[in-house]
T-cell receptor
Framework: GAGVSQSPRYKVAKRGQDVALRCDPI?????LFWYQQALGQGPEFLTY????????KSGLPSDRFFAERPEGSVSTLKIQRTQQEDSAVYLC??????????FGPGTRLTVL | GENVEQHPSTLSVQEGDSAVIKCTYS??????FPWYKQELGKGPQLIID?????GEKKDQRIAVTLNKTAKHFSLHITETQPEDSAVYFC????????????FGGGTRLMVKP
């Protein structure tokens, strides 16, 4: 079946621009997570949704980062006024409600 | 919060040999330990996981062991093949809905034919 999909796969932004990254979870999955993966490192948690409710946003690095999942399916991670340190791969994962998380291919963001 | 350390950072083995990757964690509340394989340009792929009610789990050439007292767990790959070459990540979390995973720093495994 279809896995987690993310778009765009690659995004280049000029410093100061706003970007929006999309995640389509596996159909029916209740839980959705966003992680940030810097080059050569493991993924780091950003935020978690259960259906449309954002239950944990403790990992968001600044108030420039905002995530939403208005209908409990597709999610968007928005980064305002991008900075060079925002350059990373942004991974989305979904879960049917237990502990197992299935990851998408990620969006590689490069801020110039 | 949870802290996960992973060793080694790189591992080179000859095809057919075994590979072992070790991780330690700090939070005794963690009870779910997945392992992910990440190939270049792709997202992490779950290859095996273990929960703290068992000490060992096997799936063909892959096995994971867990020592909850010592707070460490390991991935064992036997009869390695070139297609096993990738970056492997261990992670720790809690076995309930919505709990985030804390990842180790990764191990780059290279299997030489």
């Amino acid at each position: 079946g279809a896995g987690v999909s993310q778009s765009p796969r690659y995004k280049v932004a000029k410093r100061g621009q706003d970007v929006a990254l999309r995640c389509d979870p596996i159909s029916g999955h209740v839980s959705l997570f966003w992680y940030q993966q810097a080059l050569g490192q493991g993924p780091e948690f950003l935020t978690y949704f259960q259906n449309e409710a954002q239950l944990d946003k403790s990992g968001l690095p600044s108030d420039r980062f905002f995530a939403e999942r208005p209908e409990g399916s597709v999610s968007t991670l928005k980064i305002q006024r991008t900075q060079q340190e925002d350059s990373a791969v942004y991974l989305c994962a979904s879960s049917p409600g237990g502990d197992t998380q299935y990851f998408g291919p990620g969006t590689r963001l490069t801020v110039l | 919060g949870e802290n996960v350390e992973q060793h080694p950072s790189t591992l080179s083995v000859q095809e057919g040999d075994s590979a072992v990757i070790k991780c330690t964690y700090s939070d005794s509340a963690s009870n779910y330990f997945p392992w992910y394989k990440q190939e270049l340009g792709k997202g992490p792929q779950l290859i095996i996981d273990i929960r703290s009610n068992v000490g060992e789990k096997k799936d063909q050439r892959i096995a994971v062991t867990l020592n909850k007292t010592a707070k460490h767990f390991s991935l064992h790959i036997t009869e390695t093949q070139p297609e096993d070459s990738a970056v492997y990540f261990c992670a720790a979390g809690q076995s309930n809905a919505g709990n985030m995973l804390t990842f180790g720093g990764g191990t780059r495994l290279m299997v030489k034919p």
